[in-house]
């Protein structure tokens, strides 16, 4: 990440438990304490609710949808955005709420996830693989297409190799011995 982003990241995570503060504040003095406590309150039985119902069965549905090769990711960030909208929800303050309940409404988490978030996976673990030092003795080499870049280079899988008796993994071949 840019030394700007992480500044302004660092900058919305401190601000942010302010901005919650502050307007619990205002809204006790709008509605009165006990209505935001009712209120506080409520929301945090409804986080709880969301997350107890959510659970592990939409991961277990989503492990057994990419198990039989049908698209998976798509109910596994259903649930993952479910779980954010149960936490956002336990934790007592009026734009968290409002966020947790916004992502509560089922077009809006699959508008999210067709638009952005797998999306944004996709960039982080391009970034991760891209970002990866030392990755052995293979070379691999880049050159400018017409169509754009390609990366050429060598790879071996692992797990199709059978391991030997009393080894927990085989070392890897060298091509320069």
Not at 100 to 115: C, K, M
């Amino acid at each position: 990440m840019s030394q700007p982003f992480k500044i302004a990241a660092f900058v919305v995570f401190a601000a942010f438990p302010l901005l919650e503060i502050g307007l619990l504040i205002r809204v006790g003095e709008l509605i009165g304490i006990w209505r935001l406590a009712a209120i506080i309150i409520g929301t945090a039985v409804l986080g709880t609710y969301v997350i107890r119902r959510v659970g592990l069965s939409v991961f277990e549905r989503a492990l057994s949808r990419l198990g039989s090769e049908r698209e998976g990711f798509s109910p596994l960030f259903d649930g993952f955005l479910q779980v954010v909208a149960g936490l956002l929800l336990i934790f007592p303050g009026v734009i968290s709420d409002v966020i947790g309940l916004v992502l509560l409404v089922p077009q809006v988490r699959r508008a999210l996830i067709r638009t952005g978030l797998l999306k944004l996976v996709t960039l982080f673990s391009y970034q991760a693989e891209v970002g990866r030092t030392g990755l052995g003795d293979t070379e691999t080499a880049v050159h400018d297409d017409a169509e754009g870049i390609v990366i050429e280079g060598e790879y071996e899988r692992l797990s199709e190799k059978p391991l030997t008796p009393g080894k927990a993994v085989q070392a890897r071949r060298s091509r320069y011995r």
